[in-house]
């Protein structure tokens, strides 16, 4: 079964904005806490935000007022919306799931493929 499915990334140029979702199954969306990941080539996956069923929002230093990650608990969709994109925020971007209380050390859901942002400057 796969547990979430990312979508919206793409080529874009220096400045612009981008929209990805995520899909995630309901098991694992309910009353969790969703979270963004990213990858760049040749480095770790890295925090980017994630936010509470009760919408507490967190984010990374490098895309605080710049991002802002929302969810819709109809759909058990979570979205991140990247405002002012820079070459640095080009990455694979991946979401998952943790229990409310716990931490990232244990996702919920199986890294996926992900969705590429490319951001040109």
């Known amino acids: 079964q796969v547990q979430v499915v990312e979508s919206g990334g793409g080529l874009v140029q220096a400045g612009v904005s981008l929209r990805l979702s995520c899909q995630a199954s309901?098991?694992?969306?309910?009353?969790?806490?969703m979270g963004w990941f990213r990858q760049a080539p040749g480095k770790q996956r890295e925090f980017v935000a994630q936010?509470?069923?009760?919408?507490?929002?967190y984010y990374a230093r490098s895309v605080k007022g710049r991002f802002t990650i929302s969810r819709d608990n109809a759909k058990n969709t979570v979205y991140l919306q990247m405002n002012s994109l820079k070459p640095e925020d080009t990455a694979v971007y991946y979401c998952?799931?943790?229990?409310?209380?716990?931490?990232?050390?244990?996702?919920?859901?199986?890294w996926g493929q992900g969705t590429q942002v490319t951001v040109s400057s």
């Open positions: 998952n799931s943790r229990r409310f209380g716990g931490d990232w050390s244990s996702p919920l859901a199986t």
């Open positions: 936010i509470s069923d009760g919408h507490t929002t």
């Open positions: 309901g098991s694992i969306f309910t009353g969790s806490t």
